[in-house]
Structures are given as C-alpha cells and as structure tokens.
T-cell receptor, first 115, second 112 residues
Framework: ETGVTQTPRHLVMGMTNKKSLKCEQH?????MYWYKQSAKKPLELMFV???????ENNSVPSRFSPECPNSSHLFLHLHTLQPEDSALYLC??????????????FGPGTRLTVL | KQEVTQIPAALSVPEGENLVLNCSFT??????LQWFRQDPGKGLTSLLLIQSSQREQTSGRLNASLDKSSGRSTLYIAASQPGDSATYLCAVSGSGNTPLVFGKGTRLSVIA
C-alpha cells in the first residue's frame, strides 16, 4: 500500500474497553501526528512525533496514550473513554515536523463510537 | 494564538460556475498555508501548499493565492463540477515546531 493507512476504519467500544488505533506511513517521513475531528469543530491536534520523539501533547486526557515505535508506525491506545470521545481520528505524516518539509499527508481516519 | 477562519461555512453553486473560497488567519508569521479537501467521513487530501515566500499555486482547475501581510488566502475553483462537492479546509503552519492550525472548513455542493 502507498501513503498513510489506518486500521481499523470503524470501531465501536464500550467505556470500559481497551482498544488501539494503528497508523502506518509508507512515505519515508519522520514526523507523525494524531488529530481528532468532532462534528462542527476544527481539526484538533492531539500528538506529534518527530523522529520517534513526542514533541507535542496538546493537553490530551491520559485515557489517550500514543506510542511511536519507529518512524513508520504510530499507535493510539484507548482506555476508559467517554461518549464525547466519539469522533473521527486522523493520522498524518510529514517529512519532518518543522519548516519547509511539514506538508502533511493524511490517512483515511478511524471512525470511533464510544457507547 | 493563531486562529483560522473560513468563509462561507457552506456554499451551493450550479455546475460550471467559477467560485472562490476564503481563508483568513490572525498571525501573519506563517511558514506555509495548505488547502485540503475532505469527502464525508474520509481523511484529508492535500490540494495545494503555498510557502510564505510564494503568492500563488496552481493545480489543474484550482488556484490558491496567499497575501501573508493581510492574513488572507483564497482558493479559486474554475468550471466547478459535481465531483468537486466536498469540504475544503485551510491550514497554516508557523515556523519552528508549530503544527498546522486548521479552519472549520467550507462545505461545497455543486449541483448538476
């Protein structure tokens, strides 16, 4: 596959469940991002990893836990979520996280529903 | 804190019409500006990237302009088609480690 892929595409979970979202980029990029998109709100940046190091945590609740084992893979571990966490979660990557190379390419997203 | 505003929030036009989408940002110290397209329930597709030193970029029927000093960008779509129906998002990036800041988007409907 090419570009940025995300799995699963749809996820329904209860508030007590633990699940993980996966993102993989095939672009040779070194920066990866998690965004949350809720209805009628702008995209909200959650986390940024640049060369596997977390460089941004945008005041995200601890029930969201990111993991970046290498520059090609990014995970978002979910536990004890709330119904208001239901949203489209988008992953993106860029060559680096700064300057002229931060044109971002997005995956198709995971539609998360918390019951 | 950078804020990005897109006007109008929604737009409906007949097929074949030329149209302009607007984006404004509060802090003119940007590194680049990016326009995206998003189809319902899907991810974002990058359309055009304008570096701060550039005034416009073109791709096919799309033309994006940037006036950094006034904090404005426009996306011009020529000869619109029903397949252009989507939400168009504008995002700006500051220098250094500043990540992209997005507007809420303009939802475009092109009626056949």
């Amino acid at each position: 596959e090419t570009g940025v892929t995300q799995t699963p595409r749809h996820l329904v979970m209860g508030m007590t469940n633990k699940k993980s979202l996966k993102c993989e980029q095939h672009l040779g990029h070194n920066a990866m991002y998690w965004y949350k998109q809720s209805a009628k709100k702008p995209l909200e940046l959650m986390f940024v990893y640049n060369f596997k190091e977390q460089t941004e945590n945008n005041s995200v609740p601890s029930r969201f836990s990111p993991e970046c084992p290498n520059s090609s893979h990014l995970f978002l571990h979910l536990h004890t979520l709330q119904p208001e966490d239901s949203a489209l979660y988008l992953c993106a990557s860029s060559r680096t996280g700064t300057g002229a190379y931060n044109e971002q390419f997005f995956g198709p997203g995971t539609r998360l529903t918390v019951l | 804190k950078q804020e990005v505003t897109q006007i109008p929030a929604a737009l409906s036009v007949p097929e074949g019409e030329n149209l302009v989408l607007n984006c404004s940002f509060t802090d003119s110290a940007i590194y680049n500006l990016q326009w995206f397209r998003q189809d319902p329930g899907k991810g974002l597709t990058s359309l055009l990237l304008i570096q701060s030193s550039q005034r416009e970029q073109t791709s096919g029927r799309l033309n994006a302009s940037l006036d950094k000093s006034s904090g404005r960008s426009t996306l011009y779509i020529a000869a619109s088609q029903p397949g252009d129906s989507a939400t168009y998002l504008c995002a700006v990036s500051g220098s250094g480690n500043t990540p992209l800041v997005f507007g809420k988007g303009t939802r475009l409907s092109v009626i056949a």
